[in-house]
């Protein structure tokens, strides 16, 4: 089993960045997908970021591509989103989730993510 701990979240005004780490517990965080999804109150969860198992592999949803990276230190059992030209939209509780996916390649889907963490909250004030 797999325990995510995410830190780094806050208050930040429009245009600002954040950087959110996701520690993983265990030995065998690297052969997990790793992925981030998050919640607005009143909707649905939505998938953010996603990295395959040696980093080489992202998937980025639409509202946030140009915008936010999602990388991974296997050595580290972390991984981080960057998070740069913060909008009030990406006010949301953002949570890490570690995986199998498809072949080890990144996923949005947030049923390929069996492990989850607790979130942490990102606010963007206009």
């Known amino acids: 089993q797999v325990q995510l701990v995410e830190s780094g979240g806050g208050l930040v005004q429009a245009g600002g960045s954040l950087r959110l780490s996701c520690a993983a517990s265990?030995?065998?965080?690297?052969?997990?997908?790793m992925g981030w999804f998050r919640q607005a109150p009143g909707r649905d969860r939505e998938f953010v970021a996603s990295?395959?198992?040696?980093?080489?592999?992202?998937v980025y949803a639409d509202s946030v591509k140009g915008r936010f990276t999602i990388s991974r230190d296997n050595a580290k059992n972390t991984v981080y989103l960057q998070m740069n030209g913060l909008k009030p939209e990406d006010t949301a509780a953002y949570s890490c989730?570690?995986?199998?996916?498809?072949?080890?390649?990144?996923?949005?889907?947030?049923?390929?993510?069996?492990?989850w963490g607790q979130g942490t909250q990102v606010t963007v004030s206009s």
């Open positions: 989730a570690a995986g199998w996916g498809r072949f080890g390649t990144p996923s949005g889907r947030d049923n390929d993510y069996a492990y």
């Open positions: 265990g030995r065998a965080f690297s052969g997990y997908v």
């Open positions: 990295v395959g198992l040696n980093g080489g592999s992202t």
